[in-house]
């Protein structure tokens, strides 16, 4: 397919990727003619910009550090018909790339998402422990926000331009992906997968991830987003744990009321009492919070529309 026409950019972040960001710039260029490959430069100690400066990028460098802090400043700063998102440590095969662009195009999607192949070696990149810990949280995410997401921690996309204009990045880290699923979701966009291969590091390249911190930075976002994508499920649990331990404390003091008509643990039932009213405020913030919502959900939507999709002038 011809891409000639459409204004493509890849973004790429980087720290301390020197070992792979040159092969992964001439990877990309080799397999998109006419793309824009974007380095960004985070932080980095070792001679990252100079390698992909040397392979043909366009090097930019973003003092604050974090992933989601690369995603935030590329996505408003670049000006593009198609964004390629992936990361700078060639473990996703370029490759792919040209297949994904087609498809957005032929949807037209907004969102394609590169679904890693599992590899089986125990030293592998995607090792058994973070596959595990992908479909766990794959699976969470799924249940919260009712969709089945098949690889939510993939660092390897493609998104049309009104998907990225309509994107709020507010992440730091490497819980951008998580919340570019989310938004995908609760914005309801046009989104498909293809497979994409995932290779090892090359020698001299050391992974960032650190499997327990990124995971629990990952599963306290999920809780965020569940807290302010689904108030009244959220909120309504919070009350309805309140009511239930008012229930259990009030029920052995009524029968006891019943049997003494003497009430000798009032302090305990002022607890069930205070409980109960907590309840009810927190089903209240929830229906108010939705009603704040979806009001959210549709000035996204309109920021949505504001772009044709993916392929076609405005």
Request: aromatic share 10%; glycine share 8%.
């Amino acid at each position: 397919m011809d891409f000639t026409e459409l204004r493509i950019a890849a973004v790429v972040p980087c720290h301390n990727e020197e070992a792979a960001v040159a092969k992964v710039v001439t990877d990309l260029k080799a397999a998109v003619p006419g793309i824009d490959v974007y380095v960004y430069d985070n932080l980095s100690t070792d001679a990252t910009a100079e390698r992909a400066a040397e392979a043909g990028a366009i090097v930019r460098r973003e003092l604050a550090k974090g992933k989601g802090n690369v995603v935030r400043r590329a996505f408003a700063d670049i000006d593009a018909d198609v964004y390629v998102m992936i990361d700078g440590d060639d473990t996703y095969e370029a490759a792919a790339a040209p297949e994904m662009i087609a498809k957005l195009l032929d949807g037209p999607y907004d969102h394609i998402l590169g679904v890693r192949n599992q590899i089986d070696t125990a030293d592998s990149a995607y090792r058994a422990g973070h596959e595990t810990g992908n479909r766990v949280l794959n699976d969470l995410v799924g249940r919260v926000f009712g969709e089945n997401v098949q690889d939510m921690l993939s660092g390897f996309r493609v998104f049309s331009r009104r998907f990225v204009k309509s994107f709020p990045a507010v992440s730091r880290e490497f819980e951008i992906e998580t919340e570019l699923t989310v938004h995908s979701l609760h914005l309801r966009v046009p989104q498909s997968s293809v497979e994409v291969g995932f290779r090892d590091r090359p020698a001299g390249s050391e992974s960032k991830l650190r499997t327990y911190h990124d995971g629990f930075k990952i599963l306290w976002l999920i809780l965020g987003l569940a807290r302010h994508e689904r108030p009244v499920a959220f909120y309504g649990l919070l009350g309805g744990l309140s009511w239930l331990i008012a229930v259990i404390l009030t029920v052995p003091i009524i029968v006891e009321f019943y049997e003494t008509h003497l009430v000798p643990r009032f302090p305990t039932l002022f607890l069930a009492f205070t409980l109960i009213l907590l309840g009810c405020l927190a089903w209240t913030a929830g229906l108010i919070l939705d009603g704040i919502r979806r009001s959210r959900h549709e000035a996204a939507r309109l920021v949505y529309l504001r772009y044709s999709a993916a392929g076609k002038s405005t």
